[in-house]
T-cell receptor
């Protein structure tokens, strides 16, 4: 079955630390890839997306993600996190039909 | 443009009752997906509608159903509620690109259902 896994359930970082959240998926064909973020008390919103082309994509708020097709991975990165990045992050994959979400990673940034 | 609107935002039901949730997508978006979000399971896909037709369905029992109207508004219904149905139910409006459905989702704030 198609699935999306995220490497960490909960990550705690200090401000200015670098962030990398892992995401792997289990579909071998062409996929569209997404990272969504859910800030406390807010609705899910798109952080960045990859459809085709340059595998390094940049999103809002200084986030970027790299698509590595051979590893079926789409890891999210940010060089220096801020307290306001505290949120839950979801990786999502769209193969040929529905969008499948990973279980989410809760990020807590300590001032 | 207005975002995705879900109603009601909060509701409390008892076991055995049924519930109907409503979703109005972004104007011009013809596809709507529904997800169930719980702390332990993350976002689980319920179903997707396009032009009043169910296009995809997740692995939920038949107690969960949905429909879409000609104006693209969608409803989902859960009958014979169980305690485990307590969750945040999210509706997402789907952005369609030049080559069809890109899968980019625009979420509403959700309807939080508590089953007692």
């Amino acid at each position: 079955a198609q699935s999306v896994s995220q490497h960490n359930h909960h990550v705690i970082l200090s401000e200015a630390a670098s962030l990398e959240l892992g995401c792997n998926y289990s579909y071998g064909g062409t996929v569209n890839l997404f990272w969504y973020v859910q800030y406390p008390g807010q609705h899910l919103q798109l952080l960045l997306k990859y459809f085709s082309g340059d595998p390094l994509v940049k999103g809002i708020k200084g986030f970027e993600a790299e698509f590595i097709k051979s590893k079926f991975s789409f890891n999210l990165r940010k060089p220096s996190v801020q307290w306001s990045d505290t949120a839950e992050y979801f990786c999502a994959v769209k193969p040929y039909d529905k969008v499948i979400f990973g279980p989410g990673t809760s990020l807590s940034v300590i001032p | 443009k207005a975002g995705v609107t879900q109603t009601p935002r909060y509701l409390i039901k008892t076991r055995g009752q049924q519930v109907t949730l409503s979703c109005s997508p972004i104007s011009g978006h013809r596809s709507v997906s529904w997800y169930q979000q719980t702390p332990g399971q993350g976002l689980q896909f319920l179903f997707e509608y396009f032009s009043e037709t169910q296009r995809n369905k997740g692995n939920f029992p038949g107690r969960f159903s949905g429909r879409q109207f000609s104006n693209s508004r969608s409803e989902m219904n859960v009958s014979t509620l169980e305690l485990g149905d307590s969750a945040l139910y999210l509706c997402a409006s789907i952005r369609t690109g030049g080559n069809g459905d890109t899968g980019e989702l625009f979420f509403g704030e959700g309807s939080r259902l508590t089953v007692l």
